[in-house]
């Protein structure tokens, strides 16, 4: 590519021109100037300060341009640059990498972990997760503290490693916030190698949330709400839930549509709590999900669309939530949105139980009514599969 020659030119006619040490000034002035312009998050100007030091190799200097190329991207540039973007910071991220520069490591778990500009590969982003965390990279040592204490990634559940970890980080600026949050999920749970303490976990989670944790918002808003090891303030909920869902949180956004719907906390408006129910749905909450298409199937301030709601609780129900499982057997039973299925009314009926609601004895007799003998062997067949198949 012409434009990268001539920056590589450039740097060796710098090279000639200076002495290696007023070089590594004159890299080093361009890295703090570079630095200020990435926390505005000027990612051109960046990768225009860094061009004429592109090939001098210091792995500061590509993590910094990776960095720069990856963000224009993701920032909505324009498609014409995103193949030489992508391409760009995968190249440099790599050479960094392989001088083991922990920050670099991380970026390339980032990339094959979300698939920005090369196919999805969970092995690999563990692999160079695993790399930057033993290179002592800090939050790269956060994040794979939260991979081991979920069990995610491939990773098997190791909360001792975990734990020990988030005390590790706890004091560093940069993540001390995200350890505080999850030192007080483990302390809540009594894990961490202590007895379960609510006041303590409590204060952890507020502190993170304070500091704007997305996660500690949500859940300070749930304790409110319920009043688990605090006094009940759905007010104070609800100011912490629109933190976190101004950050786009599922979870957050149903809680605050449920608000207005019932005009609980908020004042009643179905319109905006049923905006809030969309966004929740786009975000990818199944309790959202199971909201929105119980208000479509009654028609509660929207228009009743049988077709729609079927297809909400369908994809909650794939989710396992168990309201959508049971209201499907309703629509099932009454053929709504689609003929009548009294083996799927069954089906969806008893997967509601399993998965913890109480059983209904009218809404059980009325379907055992329905179904044929054929129907409930096919029922039955079905739900043995689906019991084997559960973890």
Same mark, same amino acid.
């Given at each position: &590519?012409?434009?990268?020659?001539?920056?590589?030119?450039?740097?060796?006619?710098? #090279?000639?021109?200076?002495? =290696?040490?007023?070089?590594?000034?004159?890299v080093d002035q361009a890295l703090e100037r570079a630095r200020a312009l990435e926390a505005e998050s000027k990612y051109a100007q960046v990768i225009d300060v860094l061009a004429p030091h592109r090939e001098a190799a210091r792995p500061e200097v590509d993590y910094? /341009?990776?960095?720069?190329?990856?963000?224009?991207?993701?920032?909505? $540039?324009?498609?014409?640059?995103a193949t030489e973007d992508y391409a760009q910071a995968l190249r440099l991220a790599n050479r960094a990498a392989g001088k083991d520069h922990g920050p670099s490591l991380y970026l390339l778990s980032l990339i094959h972990g979300n698939g920005w500009g090369v196919p999805v590969d969970a092995a690999k982003s563990r692999g160079f997760l695993e790399r930057a965390a033993k290179a002592?990279?800090?939050?790269?040592?956060?994040?794979?503290?939260?991979? /081991?204490?979920?069990?995610?990634?491939?990773?098997?559940?190791? +909360?001792?490693?975990?734990?020990?970890?988030?005390?590790?980080? /706890? +004091?560093?600026?940069?993540? #001390? &916030? +995200?350890?505080?949050?999850?030192?007080?999920?483990?302390t809540a749970r009594g894990e961490c190698g202590l007895g379960p303490d609510m006041a303590k976990a409590l204060a952890l989670i507020r502190r993170a949330a304070d500091a704007g944790v997305t996660e500690a918002e949500r859940d300070m808003g749930r304790a409110l709400e319920t009043g688990d090891g605090?006094?009940?303030?759905?007010? @104070?909920?609800?100011?912490?839930?629109?933190?976190?869902?101004?950050?786009?949180?599922?979870?957050?956004? %149903?809680?605050?549509?449920? $608000?207005h719907v019932r005009g609980q906390g908020r004042p009643l408006d179905i319109v905006l709590g049923v905006d809030y129910l969309k966004r929740a749905v786009a975000a990818g909450s199944p309790d959202a999900m199971a909201s929105l298409a119980a208000l479509l199937a009654a028609g509660d301030g929207v228009a009743?669309?049988?077709? &729609?709601?079927?297809?909400?609780?369908?994809r909650a129900a794939r989710? #396992?939530? =168990?309201?959508?499982?049971?209201?499907?057997?309703l629509l099932h039973l009454a053929g709504?949105?689609? =003929? @009548?299925? @009294?083996?799927?009314? %069954? +089906?969806?009926?008893?997967? $509601?139980?399993? /998965? #913890?609601? @109480?059983?209904? =004895?009218?809404?059980?007799?009325?379907?055992?009514?329905? &179904?044929?003998?054929?129907?409930?062997?096919?029922?039955?067949?079905?739900?043995?599969? %689906?019991?084997?198949?559960r973890p």
């Amino acid at each position: &590519m012409p434009t990268i020659h001539r920056r590589a030119s450039f740097v060796l006619a710098l #090279g000639l021109a200076l002495s =290696p040490a007023a070089f590594a000034q004159s890299v080093d002035q361009a890295l703090e100037r570079a630095r200020a312009l990435e926390a505005e998050s000027k990612y051109a100007q960046v990768i225009d300060v860094l061009a004429p030091h592109r090939e001098a190799a210091r792995p500061e200097v590509d993590y910094a /341009l990776a960095y720069a190329h990856l963000n224009r991207q993701l920032q909505g $540039a324009a498609t014409a640059t995103a193949t030489e973007d992508y391409a760009q910071a995968l190249r440099l991220a790599n050479r960094a990498a392989g001088k083991d520069h922990g920050p670099s490591l991380y970026l390339l778990s980032l990339i094959h972990g979300n698939g920005w500009g090369v196919p999805v590969d969970a092995a690999k982003s563990r692999g160079f997760l695993e790399r930057a965390a033993k290179a002592g990279d800090v939050v790269a040592r956060a994040d794979y503290a939260v991979m /081991l204490y979920q069990g995610r990634l491939g990773l098997p559940r190791d +909360v001792a490693t975990a734990c020990a970890l988030f005390a590790e980080v /706890l +004091v560093k600026e940069e993540v #001390g &916030m +995200v350890a505080s949050y999850y030192l007080g999920l483990a302390t809540a749970r009594g894990e961490c190698g202590l007895g379960p303490d609510m006041a303590k976990a409590l204060a952890l989670i507020r502190r993170a949330a304070d500091a704007g944790v997305t996660e500690a918002e949500r859940d300070m808003g749930r304790a409110l709400e319920t009043g688990d090891g605090i006094a009940r303030n759905l007010d @104070a909920a609800l100011v912490w839930y629109a933190r976190a869902a101004n950050k786009g949180d599922a979870f957050s956004l %149903w809680r605050l549509g449920m $608000a207005h719907v019932r005009g609980q906390g908020r004042p009643l408006d179905i319109v905006l709590g049923v905006d809030y129910l969309k966004r929740a749905v786009a975000a990818g909450s199944p309790d959202a999900m199971a909201s929105l298409a119980a208000l479509l199937a009654a028609g509660d301030g929207v228009a009743q669309d049988f077709g &729609m709601a079927r297809a909400l609780y369908q994809r909650a129900a794939r989710a #396992g939530q =168990p309201q959508a499982h049971r209201d499907l057997a309703l629509l099932h039973l009454a053929g709504q949105g689609a =003929p @009548a299925d @009294a083996a799927q009314a %069954w +089906v969806n009926y008893q997967k $509601a139980i399993a /998965l #913890g609601l @109480a059983p209904e =004895p009218k809404l059980e007799a009325a379907i055992k009514a329905a &179904m044929s003998p054929a129907q409930a062997g096919q029922a039955e067949a079905e739900l043995a599969q %689906w019991r084997q198949s559960r973890p």
